[in-house]
Nanobody
Framework: QVQLVESGGGLVQAGGSLRLSCVAS????????MAWYLQHPGTQRELVAR??????AIYVDSVKDRFTISRDNKDTVYLQMNNLKPEDTAVYFCNAKVGVARRDAWGQGTQVSVSA
């Protein structure tokens, strides 16, 4: 029903910035919240930030004041990442809650690597 495609990952030095994008396609009118998660090797995915259809956002403490999640036209979500740290290195996944059942849709992930 909904497909997500991320872009914008890459390699950056500590202190640098990246902007991740996630474009949704399919039945986008049934998308509720959108979010970004990260995953370190061998661990579970962790929430980074979430934004509602109305634009309300929440962040995990480790990225507050450094990352900004935003949403455009209800089906595109961005993650502006500033002052990146080596510990931000991970695969970042876009997530959408779809329909009244809030089923999870996931993108394929994009690698973010931050060198010291």
């Amino acid at each position: 029903q909904v497909q997500l495609v991320e872009s914008g990952g890459g390699l950056v030095q500590a202190g640098g910035s990246l902007r991740l994008s996630c474009v949704a396609s399919g039945i986008t009118r049934i998308i509720e919240d959108m979010a970004w998660y990260l995953q370190h090797p061998g661990t579970q995915r962790e929430l980074v930030a979430r934004i509602t259809r109305g634009g309300s956002a929440i962040y995990v403490d480790s990225v507050k004041d450094r990352f900004t999640i935003s949403r455009d036209n209800k089906d595109t979500v961005y993650l502006q990442m500033n002052n990146l740290k080596p510990e931000d290195t991970a695969v970042y996944f876009c997530n959408a809650k779809v329909g009244v059942a809030r089923r999870d849709a996931w993108g394929q992930g994009t690698q973010v690597s931050v060198s010291a």
